[in-house]
């Protein structure tokens, strides 16, 4: 490295070591080993400006080694952006602090996404570069055409969302992407030999990526694999022998410098070794200018760029502006008018098709599933290798994949992504979804086969625990709607909804329609609401939610004819009815004394609802593989068992 840049690079090594000392936690060895490389992608290469961090043509670096967050600080503060000052470092890791354990998502600060469950960043940069290509495709690529860079270590890569993801990237021949792979050969257990033997590069050419070997610390090998990565026809991986911890006398090269402070004694010899005579958060004013001046170059680029942009700002200021077309209202007179006994996943693929004609930012997929989950309508086009016009993307059967490439969909902007599977394969998306809820991201994850009511694929694809663990992510709405006119409402509640993920949880099995009137208002937006009663005066509640409202609603028929009366509540979203006034919410949950709930799955997320007094018809153990119906009896969920067991209950409550 020349002298210049060996400073510029010092610099983000010692703001790291120093404020993970000073926090007395972290990870400094990743900042310490790749700051020779992020110091030439930054100077020469990258495309930002740090004045407008939310640029939509700026280049994206996602930090995959969330563990190193660091390093992406230091950049952050040294090259200009307001979202980070000396200070937030000297805060790092402290209550409220930008400068979070790990890199948290934030508009318009740099921090591109949130990272540090492993892997995840490299499915967000395949999201990244993807929408890129999708949006160059509407706008032209004068408006469109930045690449996403991503810096992931051995830990990324052994994960297997990254094998998912590198495999889809190279498969559709994102040119965009380059990989920054810190191949420093430690992890945290020590050398990554201890499990791991990958030959890299056949792994990434079998891929379809090109894969380049340098030396992570050589200023030319770095500045010319960069060079040679903007101009591929593939995805690139730049794979940087680095030493982690580099400088530190007796920490780098091993395990010890990877997850915390070095010490007092060995950074004094760090500074030494390095030659970095000056304090703790010292950057002398030449190379904080340097690094200043590095950011700057993107304010002209912009401006640069404006003057295209200017020509088309309109409609794309439409676009990115995230908002949906409505046409809710007519759609939900059609189906009124047409009332059909169809499954909640048709019902959706209906709703899909005529809303993938007018909004353009809608982007469908499955892993897989599509016909089962009806993701994919008469108006999708397919996204194919190199050929990025369509709108529908089969992400083959990667879940793990398909839900960070979303995340990275909608972070990107522009863009809004749905994506299918069946529910059971819910818990291979969870770490993603989770992630969607942390960044208020609007995923909209379409799972259908939502119950028992599948069938014959028995147990394995049978949910169970899933709805009620869903439940549980905060910011996420669950979404079970009962037929075809809730299945719309519930559409229009997740897409209308900017800084939540939804999980729409649909049938295969057809359910006859419980809403037969036309309303204006959308129900399903209560969460909660009252479908029929059988007397003005009631002494029972059902709630029920999806399949279950019609078997609510035939219970409380035979109640009614032995002069038991009661009211049914549809519940297609628990998340929503909480949020909903005391008033609203005391007359739909407070009214009877006595109360059951039906749902086709785990019951312990209606305990809420109906007290300990109530009874909880649900399934509380593994499925059974037969036809649904038979699956359903087998469990007691039909209108005999429920009335015998509520008059029972009534009896001994009396
Ligand atoms: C999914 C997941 N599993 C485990 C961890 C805990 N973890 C954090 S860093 C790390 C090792 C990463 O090794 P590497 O990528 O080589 O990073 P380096 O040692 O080079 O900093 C592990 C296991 C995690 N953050 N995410």
């Given at each position: 490295m020349s002298k210049e840049n060996k400073d510029l690079a010092n610099a983000i090594r010692f703001l790291s070591i120093d404020a993970v000392q000073k926090a007395n936690s972290g990870h400094p060895g990743m900042p310490m080993g790749m700051a020779d490389v992020v110091t030439i992608l930054f100077k020469y290469y990258l495309k930002f400006n740090p004045k407008n961090p939310s640029w939509i043509n700026r280049d994206r670096f996602v930090l995959s080694a969330g563990h190193g967050s660091m390093l992406l600080y230091s950049l952050l503060y040294l090259t200009g952006y307001k979202s980070i000052s000396l200070n937030d470092i000297k805060n790092f890791r402290q209550l409220n602090s930008i400068c979070a354990g790990h890199p948290e998502y934030k508009i318009n600060t740099g921090i591109e996404t949130t990272t540090g469950p492993l892997g995840q960043g490299i499915a967000n940069a395949v999201g990244f570069a993807l929408a890129e290509e999708i949006l160059k495709k509407k706008f032209g690529k004068n408006i469109l055409n930045h690449k996403t860079y991503v810096l992931a270590g051995d830990g990324c890569l052994m994960e297997g969302i990254s094998h998912e993801a590198l495999s889809f990237a190279g498969h559709l021949k994102l040119k965009n992407l380059i990989m920054l792979f810190d191949n420093n050969s430690i992890s945290i257990d020590g050398p990554t030999s201890l499990a791991v033997s990958d030959n890299y590069k056949k792994r990434f050419n079998s891929y379809g990526w090109d894969y380049l070997d340098i030396d992570g610390h050589n200023e030319k090998q770095i500045f010319k694999a960069l060079k040679k990565a903007q101009k591929s026809k593939r995805p690139t991986a730049i794979s940087c022998k680095t030493t982690i911890g580099y400088g530190s006398p007796n920490k780098s090269g091993t395990a010890s410098a990877h997850g915390s402070p070095l010490g007092e004694d060995e950074v004094k010899l760090v500074r030494k070794k390095l030659k970095w005579n000056y304090e703790p958060f010292e950057i002398p004013q030449k190379i904080l200018k340097e690094w200043k001046d590095i950011g700057h170059k993107g304010v002209k680029e912009e401006l640069k760029w404006k003057k295209n942009y200017n020509k088309k700002k309109s409609i794309i200021e439409k676009t990115f502006s995230n908002k949906p077309k409505k046409t809710?209202?007519?759609?939900?007179?059609?189906?009124?008018?047409?009332?059909?006994?169809?499954?909640?996943?048709?019902?959706?693929?209906?709703?899909?098709?005529?809303?993938?004609?007018?909004?353009?930012?809608?982007?469908?997929?499955?892993?897989?599933?599509?016909?089962?989950?009806?993701?994919?309508?008469?108006?999708?086009?397919?996204?194919?290798?190199?050929?990025?016009?369509?709108?529908?993307?089969?992400?083959?059967?990667?879940?793990?994949?398909?839900?960070?490439?979303?995340?990275?969909?909608?972070?990107?902007?522009?863009?809004?992504?749905?994506?299918?599977?069946?529910?059971?394969?819910?818990?291979?998306?969870?770490?993603?979804?989770?992630?969607?809820?942390?960044?208020?991201?609007?995923?909209?994850?379409?799972?259908?086969?939502?119950?028992?009511?599948?069938?014959?694929?028995?147990?394995?694809?049978?949910?169970i625990e899933q709805l009620s663990s869903l439940r549980l992510v905060p910011n996420l709405n669950v979404f079970r709607p009962a037929d075809e006119t809730e299945t719309l409402e519930c559409w229009q509640l997740a897409l209308e909804n900017l800084s939540s993920p939804s999980?729409?949880?649909?049938?295969?099995?057809?359910?006859?329609?419980?809403?037969?009137?036309?309303?204006?208002?959308?129900?399903?937006?209560?969460?909660?609401?009252?479908?029929?009663?059988?007397?003005?005066?009631?002494?029972?509640?059902?709630?029920?939610?999806?399949?279950?409202?019609?078997?609510?609603?035939?219970?409380?028929?035979?109640?009614?004819?032995?002069?038991?009366?009661?009211?049914?509540?549809?519940?297609?979203?628990?998340?929503?009815?909480?949020?909903?006034?005391n008033t609203y919410k005391k007359n739909i949950l407070k009214e009877t004394k006595f109360k059951i709930s039906i749902e086709a799955g785990a019951t312990n997320s209606w305990e809420k609802f109906i007290g300990q007094q109530g009874l909880a018809f649900g399934i509380d153990d593994f499925g059974k593989s037969a036809p649904y119906k038979n699956v359903y009896k087998h469990f007691g969920l039909t209108s005999e068992n429920i009335t015998k067991k509520v008059k029972e209950m009534l009896n001994k409550q009396i």
């Amino acid at each position: 490295m020349s002298k210049e840049n060996k400073d510029l690079a010092n610099a983000i090594r010692f703001l790291s070591i120093d404020a993970v000392q000073k926090a007395n936690s972290g990870h400094p060895g990743m900042p310490m080993g790749m700051a020779d490389v992020v110091t030439i992608l930054f100077k020469y290469y990258l495309k930002f400006n740090p004045k407008n961090p939310s640029w939509i043509n700026r280049d994206r670096f996602v930090l995959s080694a969330g563990h190193g967050s660091m390093l992406l600080y230091s950049l952050l503060y040294l090259t200009g952006y307001k979202s980070i000052s000396l200070n937030d470092i000297k805060n790092f890791r402290q209550l409220n602090s930008i400068c979070a354990g790990h890199p948290e998502y934030k508009i318009n600060t740099g921090i591109e996404t949130t990272t540090g469950p492993l892997g995840q960043g490299i499915a967000n940069a395949v999201g990244f570069a993807l929408a890129e290509e999708i949006l160059k495709k509407k706008f032209g690529k004068n408006i469109l055409n930045h690449k996403t860079y991503v810096l992931a270590g051995d830990g990324c890569l052994m994960e297997g969302i990254s094998h998912e993801a590198l495999s889809f990237a190279g498969h559709l021949k994102l040119k965009n992407l380059i990989m920054l792979f810190d191949n420093n050969s430690i992890s945290i257990d020590g050398p990554t030999s201890l499990a791991v033997s990958d030959n890299y590069k056949k792994r990434f050419n079998s891929y379809g990526w090109d894969y380049l070997d340098i030396d992570g610390h050589n200023e030319k090998q770095i500045f010319k694999a960069l060079k040679k990565a903007q101009k591929s026809k593939r995805p690139t991986a730049i794979s940087c022998k680095t030493t982690i911890g580099y400088g530190s006398p007796n920490k780098s090269g091993t395990a010890s410098a990877h997850g915390s402070p070095l010490g007092e004694d060995e950074v004094k010899l760090v500074r030494k070794k390095l030659k970095w005579n000056y304090e703790p958060f010292e950057i002398p004013q030449k190379i904080l200018k340097e690094w200043k001046d590095i950011g700057h170059k993107g304010v002209k680029e912009e401006l640069k760029w404006k003057k295209n942009y200017n020509k088309k700002k309109s409609i794309i200021e439409k676009t990115f502006s995230n908002k949906p077309k409505k046409t809710f209202e007519i759609e939900k007179q059609n189906i009124i008018k047409n009332l059909e006994t169809i499954a909640t996943r048709k019902s959706s693929e209906k709703i899909l098709a005529n809303l993938t004609k007018i909004n353009n930012a809608l982007i469908g997929g499955s892993a897989d599933l599509s016909g089962s989950n009806n993701t994919k309508t008469k108006n999708h086009r397919i996204i194919k290798p190199g050929d990025f016009k369509g709108n529908y993307i089969h992400y083959g059967v990667r879940e793990h994949a398909m839900c960070g490439i979303m995340n990275g969909l909608a972070l990107h902007s522009g863009l809004i992504p749905y994506g299918g599977t069946f529910l059971i394969f819910s818990d291979y998306c969870k770490p993603s979804i989770r992630l969607s809820a942390f960044m208020k991201q609007r995923v909209i994850y379409v799972m259908s086969h939502d119950s028992i009511g599948l069938g014959e694929d028995g147990p394995t694809h049978q949910p169970i625990e899933q709805l009620s663990s869903l439940r549980l992510v905060p910011n996420l709405n669950v979404f079970r709607p009962a037929d075809e006119t809730e299945t719309l409402e519930c559409w229009q509640l997740a897409l209308e909804n900017l800084s939540s993920p939804s999980v729409l949880a649909l049938t295969r099995q057809k359910l006859a329609p419980v809403r037969k009137e036309f309303i204006k208002e959308n129900k399903c937006s209560y969460g909660a609401y009252e479908i029929s009663r059988t007397n003005n005066n009631v002494e029972l509640t059902i709630f029920a939610s999806g399949s279950e409202v019609n078997l609510a609603y035939e219970v409380s028929h035979k109640l009614a004819t032995e002069n038991i009366y009661s009211k049914v509540i549809s519940v297609p979203c628990q998340e929503l009815l909480e949020k909903q006034t005391n008033t609203y919410k005391k007359n739909i949950l407070k009214e009877t004394k006595f109360k059951i709930s039906i749902e086709a799955g785990a019951t312990n997320s209606w305990e809420k609802f109906i007290g300990q007094q109530g009874l909880a018809f649900g399934i509380d153990d593994f499925g059974k593989s037969a036809p649904y119906k038979n699956v359903y009896k087998h469990f007691g969920l039909t209108s005999e068992n429920i009335t015998k067991k509520v008059k029972e209950m009534l009896n001994k409550q009396i």
